[in-house]
């Protein structure tokens, strides 16, 4: 897990999301560790939000369809990969803005491991909140084969260190 700069994963591990002066466009964060996805995870997923479809649930119906197994509900790869962003992107967020969208872009089946990565689109100090920016990012995710199955851009407003310390926050 490196970075485009050259920060390595060792040194990141007690960090815990970013301030706004440690993203640089371009850099490329690989995000650690991936997730396999259960047959549990799926069907409680399906349950919890309510999406009764039976591709999601019912193998037999699923063995019909042209992938021949139950697909994993998109809500859950989505929300997976978004989480596996966290330490790297957004654990220092105020709040995640949003999505300019979301490609689905290849099936996730139970026992998929995902894997993903992000890269730093643009960063921009904020119009409306000094101190603090946004960050938006293109995040890519994969299975195990490397095959790709998800993407999204996203933006989350992040504050900038110097405005911590000023606070009587600790800078880090």
């Not at 999601?56 to 042209?66: I, K, P, R």
């Not at 998109?74 to 962003?85: D, E, Q």
């Amino acid at each position: 897990m490196v970075s485009k700069r050259g920060t390595s994963t060792r040194r990141l591990a007690a960090r815990y999301g970013r301030y706004l002066e440690e993203f640089a466009v371009g850099d490329i964060y690989e995000h650690f560790p991936g997730r396999t996805i259960t047959e549990a995870d799926n069907i409680q997923m399906s349950l919890l939000t309510m999406n009764q479809h039976p591709l999601h649930c019912d193998a037999a119906y699923a063995e019909q369809t042209e992938f021949g197994r139950p697909l994993v509900n998109s809500g859950l790869s989505l929300a997976v990969v978004l989480g596996m962003t966290v330490a790297d992107v957004s654990g220092k967020a105020i709040a995640n803005l949003g999505w300019q969208e979301i490609n689905l872009t290849g099936p996730v089946f139970c026992g998929d491991t995902l894997r993903a990565e992000s890269e730093v689109l643009e960063i921009r100090p904020s119009r409306s909140r000094p101190g603090q920016g946004i960050v938006t990012v293109h995040t890519r995710a994969f299975n195990q084969n490397g095959a790709p199955v998800l993407d999204f851009i996203r933006s989350c407003l992040v504050p900038q260190n110097n405005t911590v310390a000023a606070q009587g926050g600790a800078a880090r």
